[in-house]
């Protein structure tokens, strides 16, 4: 038999998962059928995510591969350099081949990717901290890159546990009044109440009552009780059931000891609804009860048992907000059913009885307006993903703030094609633009119609709003129209979790990075296919998610944003930081084999271990900055910015160490081959000549380039360890303040110090002193021209526009193409009229119709059609 997961997955037990209640149909126990065992099971796939992470491909490490290997090429040309010179003076291959070798390792850095590793570790550790979990640690940089975030609404935007408004009952196809629930009133005995006691999937456990908190909910409002009921399993009765409820002390009173739930259909997102079997006791006929999406419950309902003005009063409650559920229920006989166990949903979920409307109200989470208000300031686009009604989407959607007061909101509805007509979608305006700093919230004409209002300033307050319906006819027959909707859609609907994750993959290929925030099943896909998943939950949607927190709000999703920038923009420091680091001691070996000479080994391990390895480790250590800047920091290795900063600080090193070399050779005390000639050193006494014979490295050249290129290393480390706006600055972290700070006193100790050990132990010689201050005025020059140059120019944001205004850069996202496109197109955004599809010719050729229809006819007004063909 043919296994799916996703229409079995309610039948499926996970490992891990703790069995608390089954059922049989026949005297055999329970059986069940191993489908997967070790990695291949859920958990096992979540340890090995963990163990092994899945590869990622990220820009950022495909440019840092692409960066190391032009480096390469830089060390090689050394190589020939070193090779030249040293056959060139006449050394034996030996040397030539060791320097040339040496030359090499001095151009590949190995630390780079242990510091990026560790870059992302710090970032994972400080978002634990935070109660933000994370497997895929390589995705925190893509956090940092996020420009827009999906949320779901229930229990993500909004609160989890509902409260319970009122029942608005249905009797002979017409709506009676609405009965509010007070704590004093308890629904009499009706229907109604038979379903909202039975139509759900509560079990206790420990003696507590556990299941979807809407079900725990409607359950507690009629004040019955809930037993789990173990059947005695006749062999020739077909029922088996789960559970009994029975009036509680405080229930109205009804004339029925209780009742059976004889078989559930459990509730699934895709099918919206959920039913059951029940028994009244002592009866002997069945009822079928059902509870939903009111849309989809009315579908399995008898016409004739609609109110007509369903629609109406469902707009009713929706556009306030309310999370609104259809119930509906059928008389069955017995004898009529099948055995349970091979029952089809379909056998009993038709012909219903419209019941009426369960009304809930689904409070705001308090945290939800701030963070949306934080993420708009930051310019960051949110969207909402939900199952949950259009309307109540919409008000909730303009409550939380995702949607401004002042903004136009058009509702998009997409048709199927029908036998004679095509594919179509209407475009139907909500919003009438604040006037007078009075909004209105009925449907009117959009007086953005008349173009009073410029385009630009039109899209950035246009929201488009549809449902899971029209968002998959959008897919299939406006392909070319839907990477427009999708630049403004910022409600979607009644979505299924297989609709969602295809609305993020959708909005993945206009280049935005797409964050998702859910906490139930049905966003486990979207969690998965985002750039960045985070759930709220610990349950489903945390196995399928790369971050999970433990804070039950959307409030983690600028925390991981913040965090993400900070790890991003620390990535790309430490890249600064150690292509600096290489093309220093590229530089200096360089000058140095050019009179066949080079560091001494304690000058190379005091650059490596004080600078190289004590950045490496601490320069991620920097807290991610409190606020979120309006705009995101670069990911690109290859930017403008980033080679030019590289560039420039390539010159300085040459023009420094340059400067430094060539003024040596002009000191009237300089020699290369008498290493005291300068000054002797303190013990040496014309009576007793103590002076050893200097070593290799011992002499003026290396003498100078060393605090030379030492105190460079240390300015880049300060320069590059970039603060505000994406992460807290260098001073807050203390460990690397205090470590620089140790740095310079070490290196300003070998410069100054006249101790005739630590020449020895460094490999130095004596130097006059006034060439010591130049030295100390030349590398703090060189400080105030780098940091001028890296603060006042490289991260010069209004600087580097200006410079894009000036050559006309314009972004290759797709996204901010198609912003540019729609701002000359007239026609956009379309109002008061109906599109229609018309495929012709070639397969994917689909012209689009225009139908201007201002009563949003569903059927097209032939004669205008044909005046538009
Ligand atoms: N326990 C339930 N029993 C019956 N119907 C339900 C139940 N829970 C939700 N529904 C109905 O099914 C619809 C879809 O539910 P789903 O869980 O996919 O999304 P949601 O909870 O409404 O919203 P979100 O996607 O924002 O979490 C709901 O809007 C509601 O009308």
Same mark, same amino acid.
């Given at each position: 038999?043919? +296994?799916?997961?996703?229409?079995?997955?309610?039948?499926?037990?996970?490992?891990?998962?703790?069995?608390?209640?089954?059922?049989?149909?026949?005297?055999?126990?329970?059986?069940?059928?191993?489908?997967?065992?070790?990695?291949?099971?859920?958990?096992?796939?979540?340890?090995?995510?963990?163990?092994?992470?899945?590869?990622?491909?990220?820009?950022? +490490?495909?440019?840092?591969?692409?960066?190391?290997?032009?480096?390469?090429?830089?060390?090689?040309?050394?190589?020939?350099?070193?090779?030249?010179?040293?056959?060139?003076?006449?050394?034996?291959?030996?040397?030539?081949?060791?320097?040339?070798?040496?030359?090499?390792?001095?151009?590949?850095?190995?630390?780079?990717?242990?510091?990026?590793?560790?870059?992302?570790?710090?970032?994972?550790?400080?978002?634990?901290?935070?109660?933000?979990?994370?497997?895929?640690?390589?995705?925190?940089?893509?956090?940092?890159?996020?420009?827009?975030?999906?949320?779901?609404?229930?229990?993500?935007?909004?609160?989890?546990?509902?409260?319970?408004?009122?029942?608005?009952?249905?009797?002979?196809?017409?709506?009676?009044?609405?009965?509010?629930?007070?704590?004093?009133?308890?629904?009499?005995?009706?229907?109604?109440?038979?379903?909202?006691?039975?139509?759900?999937?509560?079990?206790?456990?420990?003696?507590?009552?556990?299941?979807?908190?809407?079900?725990?909910?409607?359950?507690?409002?009629?004040?019955?009780?809930?037993?789990?009921?173990?059947?005695? @399993?006749?062999?020739?009765?077909?029922?088996?059931?789960?559970?009994?409820?029975?009036?509680?002390?405080?229930?109205?009173?009804?004339?029925?000891?209780?009742? !059976?739930?004889?078989?559930?259909?459990?509730?699934?997102?895709?099918?919206?609804?959920?039913?059951?079997?029940?028994?009244?006791?002592?009866?002997?006929?069945?009822?079928?009860?059902?509870?939903?999406?009111?849309?989809?419950?009315?579908?399995?309902?008898?016409?004739?048992?609609?109110?007509?003005?369903?629609?109406?009063?469902?707009?009713?409650?929706?556009?306030?907000?309310?999370?609104?559920?259809?119930?509906?229920?059928?008389?069955?006989?017995?004898?009529?059913?099948?055995?349970?166990?091979?029952?089809?949903?379909?056998?009993?979920?038709?012909?219903?009885?419209?019941?009426?409307?369960?009304?809930?109200?689904?409070?705001?989470?308090?945290?939800?307006?701030?963070?949306?208000?934080?993420?708009?300031?930051?310019?960051?686009?949110?969207?909402?993903?939900?199952?949950?009604?259009?309307?109540?989407?919409?008000?909730?959607?303009?409550?939380?703030?995702?949607?401004?007061?002042?903004?136009?909101?058009?509702?998009?509805?997409?048709?199927?094609?029908?036998?004679?007509?095509?594919?179509?979608?209407?475009?139907?305006?909500?919003?009438?633009?604040?006037?007078?700093?009075? +909004?209105?919230?009925?449907?009117?004409?959009?007086?953005?119609?008349?173009?009073?209002?410029?385009?630009?300033?039109?899209?950035?307050?246009?929201?488009?709003?549809?449902?899971?319906?029209?968002?998959?006819?959008?897919?299939?027959?406006?392909?070319?129209?839907?990477?427009?909707?999708? !630049?403004?859609?910022?409600?979607?609907?009644?979505?299924?979790?297989?609709?969602?994750?295809?609305?993020?993959?959708?909005?993945?290929?206009?280049?935005?990075?797409?964050?998702?925030?859910?906490?139930?099943?049905?966003?486990?896909?979207?969690?998965?296919?985002?750039?960045?998943?985070?759930?709220?939950?610990?349950?489903?949607?945390?196995?399928?998610?790369?971050?999970?927190?433990?804070?039950?709000?959307?409030?983690?999703?600028?925390?991981?944003?913040?965090?993400?920038?900070?790890?991003?923009?620390?990535?790309?420091?430490?890249?600064?930081?150690?292509?600096?680091?290489?093309?220093?001691?590229?530089?200096?070996?360089?000058?140095?084999?050019?009179?066949?000479?080079? !560091?001494?080994?304690?000058?190379? !391990?005091?650059?490596?271990?004080?600078?190289? @390895?004590?950045?490496?480790?601490?320069?991620?250590?920097?807290?991610?900055?409190?606020?979120?800047?309006?705009?995101?920091?670069?990911?690109?290795?290859?930017?403008?910015?980033?080679?030019?900063?590289?560039?420039?600080?390539?010159?300085?090193?040459?023009?420094?160490?340059?400067?430094?070399?060539?003024?040596?050779?002009?000191?009237?005390?300089?020699?290369?081959?008498?290493?005291?000639?300068?000054?002797?050193?303190?013990?040496?006494?014309?009576?007793?000549?103590?002076?050893?014979?200097?070593?290799?490295?011992?002499?003026?050249?290396?003498?100078?380039?060393?605090?030379?290129?030492?105190? +460079?290393?240390?300015?880049?480390?300060?320069?590059?360890?970039?603060?505000?706006?994406?992460?807290?600055?260098?001073?807050?972290?203390?460990?690397?303040?205090?470590?620089?700070?140790?740095?310079?006193?070490?290196?300003?100790?070998?410069?100054?110090?006249?101790?005739?050990?630590?020449?020895?132990?460094?490999?130095?010689?004596?130097?006059?002193?006034?060439?010591?201050?130049?030295?100390?005025?030349?590398?703090?020059?060189?400080?105030?021209?780098?940091?001028?140059?890296?603060?006042?120019?490289?991260?010069?944001?209004?600087?580097?526009?200006?410079?894009?205004?000036?050559?006309?850069?314009?972004?290759?996202?797709?996204?901010?193409?198609?912003?540019?496109?729609?701002?000359?197109?007239?026609?956009?955004?379309?109002?008061?009229?109906?599109?229609?599809?018309?495929?012709?010719?070639?397969?994917?050729?689909?012209?689009?119709?225009?139908?201007?229809?201002?009563?949003?006819?569903?059927?097209?007004?032939?004669?205008?059609?044909?005046?538009?063909?």
């Amino acid at each position: 038999m043919a +296994h799916s997961d996703e229409d079995y997955k309610k039948h499926v037990l996970y490992c891990g998962t703790e069995v608390i209640q089954t059922k049989r149909h026949s005297q055999d126990l329970v059986k069940a059928v191993v489908l997967q065992t070790g990695f291949n099971t859920a958990k096992g796939e979540l340890v090995r995510a963990i163990l092994y992470n899945k590869p990622m491909n990220v820009k950022l +490490h495909r440019e840092a591969i692409r960066f190391l290997m032009v480096l390469v090429a830089f060390s090689i040309l050394g190589v020939i350099y070193t090779a030249a010179v040293y056959i060139k003076n006449g050394a034996s291959v030996y040397d030539t081949v060791v320097m040339s070798l040496l030359m090499l390792t001095v151009g590949i850095n190995a630390a780079l990717p242990a510091s990026l590793t560790l870059c992302l570790l710090y970032g994972q550790i400080r978002l634990k901290k935070k109660g933000i979990f994370c497997i895929s640690p390589q995705r925190i940089n893509l956090a940092g890159q996020l420009n827009l975030v999906c949320f779901d609404k229930t229990g993500t935007l909004t609160e989890d546990i509902l409260d319970l408004y009122g029942v608005l009952p249905c009797e002979k196809n017409c709506f009676q009044d609405i009965i509010l629930f007070t704590s004093s009133n308890n629904l009499c005995w009706c229907p109604i109440l038979q379903a909202m006691a039975s139509c759900h999937s509560l079990i206790t456990l420990d003696g507590e009552l556990q299941g979807d908190p809407l079900d725990l909910k409607m359950f507690g409002g009629t004040g019955w009780e809930f037993e789990d009921y173990k059947a005695k @399993i006749k062999e020739d009765d077909p029922l088996n059931c789960c559970a009994m409820v029975k009036p509680g002390p405080n229930a109205a009173k009804a004339p029925v000891e209780g009742i !059976l739930i004889l078989h559930q259909f459990p509730f699934s997102s895709s099918l919206q609804r959920m039913s059951v079997i029940t028994q009244i006791i002592g009866e002997s006929n069945l009822t079928v009860f059902m509870k939903g999406a009111p849309e989809m419950v009315v579908r399995f309902c008898k016409p004739e048992t609609i109110p007509d003005s369903f629609s109406t009063k469902l707009d009713d409650y929706t556009v306030q907000g309310f999370r609104v559920i259809g119930l509906a229920y059928r008389t069955v006989l017995k004898e009529g059913l099948p055995v349970f166990s091979d029952i089809d949903r379909e056998v009993v979920e038709c012909d219903l009885t419209f019941l009426g409307l369960l009304i809930l109200e689904n409070r705001l989470k308090s945290e939800t307006n701030s963070v949306l208000e934080e993420l708009t300031e930051a310019n960051i686009r949110a969207v909402m993903v939900t199952g949950d009604n259009l309307q109540t989407a919409v008000t909730v959607g303009k409550k939380s703030g995702m949607i401004p007061f002042n903004c136009n909101i058009i509702m998009l509805e997409a048709c199927e094609p029908q036998k004679d007509l095509p594919a179509s979608v209407t475009w139907k305006c909500l919003t009438e633009i604040q006037a007078n700093g009075d +909004h209105k919230d009925k449907e009117s004409q959009c007086n953005f119609g008349e173009r009073l209002i410029n385009i630009p300033t039109i899209l950035g307050n246009l929201h488009f709003a549809m449902n899971g319906k029209s968002y998959q006819v959008l897919t299939q027959h406006f392909s070319n129209l839907l990477p427009k909707i999708l !630049l403004n859609g910022t409600i979607f609907a009644r979505m299924t979790p297989k609709q969602k994750s295809t609305l993020i993959e959708e909005l993945q290929k206009l280049d935005y990075f797409v964050g998702m925030c859910g906490d139930g099943a049905n966003d486990c896909g979207a969690l998965k296919m985002a750039h960045v998943g985070i759930s709220l939950s610990e349950l489903e949607a945390s196995v399928a998610s790369p971050f999970t927190s433990k804070i039950p709000n959307i409030e983690c999703v600028p925390l991981l944003i913040k965090e993400g920038r900070n790890t991003l923009i620390t990535s790309l420091s430490i890249f600064k930081f150690l292509t600096m680091f290489q093309l220093i001691g590229i530089v200096c070996v360089v000058f140095l084999f050019w009179r066949l000479t080079l !560091l001494g080994n304690y000058q190379y !391990l005091l650059q490596d271990l004080a600078i190289n @390895i004590i950045c490496t480790l601490t320069m991620s250590l920097n807290h991610a900055a409190p606020k979120l800047a309006p705009y995101r920091p670069s990911g690109q290795l290859f930017s403008p910015p980033l080679l030019l900063s590289i560039f420039m600080h390539f010159t300085f090193t040459l023009i420094v160490q340059g400067t430094a070399f060539f003024l040596l050779q002009e000191q009237p005390w300089f020699s290369e081959t008498d290493v005291f000639s300068a000054c002797l050193p303190l013990n040496y006494s014309t009576v007793n000549i103590t002076v050893t014979q200097p070593r290799h490295a011992e002499n003026f050249f290396t003498t100078t380039m060393f605090p030379v290129t030492g105190f +460079h290393l240390i300015i880049s480390e300060i320069v590059f360890a970039k603060g505000k706006p994406f992460r807290q600055p260098l001073y807050t972290n203390y460990l690397l303040s205090t470590l620089i700070i140790i740095q310079v006193a070490i290196y300003l100790f070998i410069l100054f110090a006249d101790i005739d050990s630590l020449y020895t132990a460094i490999e130095t010689v004596c130097t006059p002193y006034y060439w010591r201050v130049n030295i100390l005025i030349m590398v703090l020059t060189l400080f105030f021209v780098s940091y001028i140059a890296e603060t006042w120019f490289i991260d010069n944001r209004e600087l580097w526009l200006w410079i894009k205004r000036l050559f006309k850069y314009k972004s290759k996202s797709q996204y901010r193409k198609l912003q540019r496109k729609i701002q000359k197109d007239p026609e956009w955004p379309p109002q008061n009229r109906t599109d229609y599809a018309v495929q012709n010719v070639s397969e994917g050729d689909c012209r689009i119709v225009v139908c201007n229809n201002s009563h949003y006819s569903s059927v097209p007004n032939s004669e205008k059609e044909s005046e538009q063909l």
